[in-house]
């Protein structure tokens, strides 16, 4: 073997130790809070998923988010990402009785509010029963739009990409209505403003 290939061997074999090392001392938060953990968790979630049901548009990384219609908390419809054409829009799909949703909720408040009026929008999208919805938000209130939706095998969060509907699920739609990112798991304090702009 020529002493070049054992270099390239030695730090391959480096790099994998000091990413196993990694994982067991800081468990895996690190890596799926990265883009490149967060895609290849994607895959796989996507791989071992069901295919959604016929006729359901599911969106895909760098094309057109397919509309959706679905109901705010006072019951007028509105379609995304339309409805706020021409800025980039995080939608953030929770539920009331999911912990990681909640833990999460103020971070997406802090940074709806650093937006203004041009900035980012933040929508959430609770896939919950509406009663346990407005419940939630009496106790923890938010200043960004809520719709609502049902949880199942064709709901929001399907046709923006989570076969697996893990929650809390939240995607990155440009000013154009394309879909940018997505990230599966909350987002951990800080992370927000540099998720957006990578």
């Not at 468990?27 to 069901?50: I, K, N």
């Not at 909720?105 to 650093?114: H, V």
């Not at 990409?161 to 987002?187: C, E, T």
Request: aromatic share 6%.
């Amino acid at each position: 073997m020529k002493a070049g290939s054992k270099v390239v061997l030695v730090a391959l074999a480096a790099g994998i130790l000091g990413a196993v090392t990694s994982l067991l001392t800081t468990g895996p938060g690190p890596l799926l809070r990265s883009e490149l953990g967060q895609r290849l968790l994607g895959r796989a979630f996507e791989a071992s998923a069901p295919a959604p049901p016929r006729g359901v548009a599911v969106a895909r990384r760098g094309e057109p988010v397919p509309a959706l219609t679905l109901a705010g908390l006072d019951g007028q419809a509105v379609t995304l990402p339309t409805a706020y054409a021409g800025r980039p829009v995080l939608i953030n799909l929770w539920a009331s009785w999911c912990g990681p949703c909640i833990e999460e909720m103020p971070e997406l408040q802090r940074f709806a509010a650093s937006q203004g009026a041009n900035g980012v929008q933040v929508v959430g999208i609770a896939l919950d029963d509406p009663a346990a919805v407005r419940a939630f938000l009496q106790r923890i209130p938010v200043a960004y739009p809520i719709l609502l939706d049902a949880p199942g095998p064709a709901d929001a969060g399907v046709r923006l990409g989570n076969p697996k509907g893990v929650l809390p699920y939240s995607v990155l739609v440009a000013a154009d209505g394309r879909l940018l990112k997505q990230h599966i798991g909350p987002f951990a304090a800080g992370d927000l403003p540099d998720w957006v702009r990578q």
